[in-house]
């Protein structure tokens, strides 16, 4: 099939994984009203909660977590694909968490897992820190799954920036790449709409990213605008600062007609780079601005 209509739900998710399975359900219910044949949901759409002492009460495993079997059963349900964009999860080994995707099929069935590769550690100009390697633990493997229209990129949030990551799902036989995320506000000010962008036009899929928005029961803020966009890197949805769900038609074919026109995916060229050491630096004279280097990248 090369047309999908696609439904994408914008959460606030809370502290508790009851009342968000809740809205889970009740979202997917009203896209597979309005068509959608496969819906997308953002990170963390099971629980967000900063206090890890809070949350480690509620969080569990694969098979006993709550809201994973409402999904599963709302795509059962409405015979509908869900690409539910992660959970947090307790594994059977280990003493960190894992970030989990899933694409679960119309059937209920779990049809792949992907676990978050690039954690998000950083300190903000505004104060606020976030170390996600404390709690969880790193992915090992990209994933791309099979859906009745065409192959699907897995990733979360903090993962689109690297893009080697999108160019190998994209070689790996991506036709969509999903973006979940829970972008901060001042990042995502600054850079959520030119990432996926990016990402589209590099890779010439669709991207879509089901987004978290705004104050949250624990205090953080995120920054909405769930977005869809085009292999040529047009916006074809944003949906702004409010919780909610909307459902857009894709044409799958301008996916091979885009690479068509620019074919850089399979282009590139294996190179090597002259890397600048310590030794290479030119002295600064006093008063002066400092030489410029001249261009030492080599291509072989």
Known sequence: MTRVRIGVLQTRTGIDPVANAAELV???????????????????????????????????????????????????????????????????????????????????????????????????????????????????????????????????????????????????????????????RPTGEAHWHTLLRARAIETGAFVVAAAQSGLHADGRETYGHSLVVDPWGTIALDMGNEPGGAVVDLDLTRVAATRARIPSLHAGQAFAVDALTKSDALPRQPGRAPVAQPDRATVS
């Open 26 to 184: 009740a979202g997917i219910a009203g896209l597979a009203a309005k068509g959608a044949e496969l819906i997308f949901t953002p990170e963390m759409s099971g629980l967000l909660d900063r206090d890890r002492a809070r949350a480690a009460s509620l969080v569990c495993s694969q098979a006993d977590d709550i809201v994973l079997a409402a999904v599963r059963a709302a795509a059962r349900d409405h015979h509908v694909w869900i690409e539910l964009g992660s959970l947090a999860l307790r594994p059977a080994d280990g003493d960190r968490l894992v970030n989990r995707g899933f694409l679960i099929d119309a059937a209920g069935g779990i049809a792949a897992t992907y676990d978050k590769l690039h954690l998000f550690d950083v300190d903000l100009p505004n104060g606020d820190s976030y170390r996600e390697s404390n709690a969880y633990a790193p992915g090992t493997r990209a994933v791309v799954a099979a859906t009745p229209w065409g192959g699907l990129g897995l990733s979360v949030c903090y993962d689109i920036r690297f893009p080697a990551l999108y160019t190998a799902l994209a070689q790996g036989g991506a036709d969509l790449i999903a973006v979940p995320a829970a972008f901060t």
